[in-house]
């Protein structure tokens, strides 16, 4: 069993760039999640999905969007990049279930915007 | 608006004693609580979680407490560890949204040997 892989590991990007960070779901599990870490505060939730579509969505501007595939690998995109979007990106997948579960976390991708 | 909180963002506690983390949280609806234990360059693990039916869950070392009429749940750890040393976030997930959790900002636990 494959856990959470996360690319890349690290990214410098200049502002107003592009980004697509990467993101392989633990085997067997069609839910991810994705997650904004900055400097010491929590994961706040940025959207997830599931079987494809979008399926919830936190207080992020739509220059954050994402993609899932049907082997439910998933990317997120963030256009115009500012320098607080300079944060670590964590990936996490779950299988979907009526009420909560744990989920798997990826080794994150630190993002740094300069 | 921060809907979980971790007001203590460091505790030491010397290995063997106990090491009790404390969260609070502001949404009612949230129906299911977790604990994560992060490394760092690591992607956070899962530790122990409890539903909101439940108001103590037990895995080995770790318990969580849930205390629904002040909104408070608390992870103890005995004996402490020094491997324990990491920092642990809360998470609460509301009811019918899948695996969207909502973090507190952490503790980051030392466990002095």
């Known amino acids: 069993e494959t856990g959470v892989t996360q690319s890349p590991t690290h990214l410098i990007k200049t502002r107003g760039q592009q980004v697509t960070l990467r993101c392989s779901s633990q085997?067997?599990?069609?839910?991810v999640s994705w997650y904004q870490q900055a400097l010491g505060q929590g994961p706040q939730f940025i959207f997830q999905?599931?079987?494809?579509?979008?399926?919830g969505r936190g207080n992020f501007p739509p220059r954050f969007s994402g993609l899932q595939f049907p082997n439910y690998s998933s990317e997120l995109n963030v256009n115009a990049l500012e320098l607080d979007d300079s944060a670590l990106y964590l990936c996490?997948?779950?299988?979907?279930?009526?009420?909560?579960?744990?989920?798997?976390f990826g080794q994150g991708t630190r993002l740094t915007v300069v | 608006d921060q809907q979980v909180k971790q007001n203590s963002p460091s505790l030491s506690v010397q290995e063997g004693r106990i090491s009790i983390l404390n969260c609070d949280y502001t949404n009612s609806m949230f129906d299911y609580f977790l604990w994560y234990k992060k490394y760092p360059a690591e992607g956070p693990t899962f530790l122990i979680s409890i539903s909101s039916i439940k108001d103590k869950n037990e895995d080995g070392r770790f318990t969580v407490f849930l205390n629904k009429s002040a909104k408070h749940l608390s992870l103890h750890i005995v004996p402490s560890q020094p491997g324990d040393s990491a920092v642990y976030f809360c998470?609460?997930?509301?009811?019918?949204?899948?695996?969207?959790?909502?973090f507190g900002t952490g503790t980051s636990l030392t466990v002095i040997p």
């Open positions: 996490a997948s779950s299988p979907k279930t009526p009420g909560g579960t744990e989920a798997f």
């Open positions: 998470a609460a997930i509301p009811p019918n949204t899948g695996n969207q959790f909502y």
């Open positions: 999905y599931y079987r494809e579509e979008e399926n």
């Open positions: 085997s067997g599990h069609n839910t």
